[in-house]
């Protein structure tokens, strides 16, 4: 499914991980996909967690939060280009692309613009950004601690990889300080997962794309993945900004039409 997603709507599930991760939170829900199609910006990949999903992780450690089915046959990461872009039977070759900020645009029309949105999720999950700097500042300063007599703990962590295999250094999860209604929490760990609803929305964006006779996903197709799931917490917050949802998806739709025309 995964090859099937243009650039920007590659660029909307990496920033969805950015956006959990900068929350403190663990889980990446349909709430942070959300939150990422605000964004009237691509990724910036300087940024920590900004590798494309199905990327392997440094050292290979833990499993990746791709989205399952991203890889390639034989191992090969996706390709950046979109196979045929033409629609089928060739009514038209409209390029599949919108720039970042056009599903921006449609959201903060409709009310639900990234600060109110933003602003949402953390009424509701909590912001644990600072518990997430403080043991990453830790980590760094253990390092410093280390190096400075003698010890290299990029080459320990390497060794007792290579010799017990990748993620052996990982220790089971803490248990949660808080947990809240959507079980959003922050834990101890790098690696963080897609929901099970988070996962539908991108199984629902590919089920748009072919309603709409499209052989792409775009991020437009993403955001009516999120309309058609319903359910999750993304949904509510737009429910809570009074966002119509109706109109909203007829708006996704003639983009993606004036798009392909």
């Known amino acids: 499914m995964f090859e099937r997603f243009t650039k920007g709507a590659r660029s909307a599930v990496v920033g969805a991980q950015q956006e ?5 939170h663990t889980v990446i829900g349909t709430e942070h996909v959300l939150l990422a ?3 009237d910006s691509w990724p910036d990949a300087t940024r920590p967690g900004s590798a494309a999903p199905g990327s392997a992780r440094p050292g290979g450690a833990g499993p990746s939060s791709a989205v399952p089915g991203s890889a390639r046959p034989g191992g090969a990461g996706p390709s950046s280009a ?3 872009s033409a629609r089928p039977g060739g009514a038209g070759r409209g390029t599949p692309d ?3 900020s056009a599903v921006a645009a449609l959201l903060s029309e409709a009310g639900a613009d990234r600060q109110r949105v933003r602003a949402a999720i953390v009424a509701h999950v909590g912001d644990r950004s600072a518990e997430a700097t403080t043991l990453a500042d830790r980590d760094a300063e253990d390092a410093a601690a280390l190096k400075a007599i003698g010890i290299d703990l990029d080459a320990v ?3 007792i990889e290579e010799n017990f295999g990748a993620g052996s250094l990982h220790l089971p999860r803490p248990a949660p300080k808080k947990k809240g209604i959507f079980g959003r929490f922050s834990a101890g760990s790098s690696h963080i997962p897609f929901s099970p609803r988070a996962k539908k929305v991108l199984e629902l964006s590919l089920r748009e794309a072919l309603r709409l006779k ?3 996903i775009a991020r437009e197709h993403i955001m009516l993945g999120i309309l058609r799931e319903g359910e999750g917490l993304a949904a509510l917050i737009l429910a809570e900004l009074k966002v119509d949802t109706t109109r909203l998806r007829a708006d996704l739709t003639d983009a993606l ?3 392909a025309a």
């Open 157 to 159: 962590r390497a060794a």
């Open 257 to 259: 039409s004036s798009r």
């Open 98 to 100: 919108g720039p970042p």
């Open 82 to 84: 979109v196979p045929g």
């Open 37 to 39: 199609l605000t964004s």
């Open 20 to 24: 959990a991760r900068e929350l403190g």
């Open 214 to 216: 499209h052989n792409y």
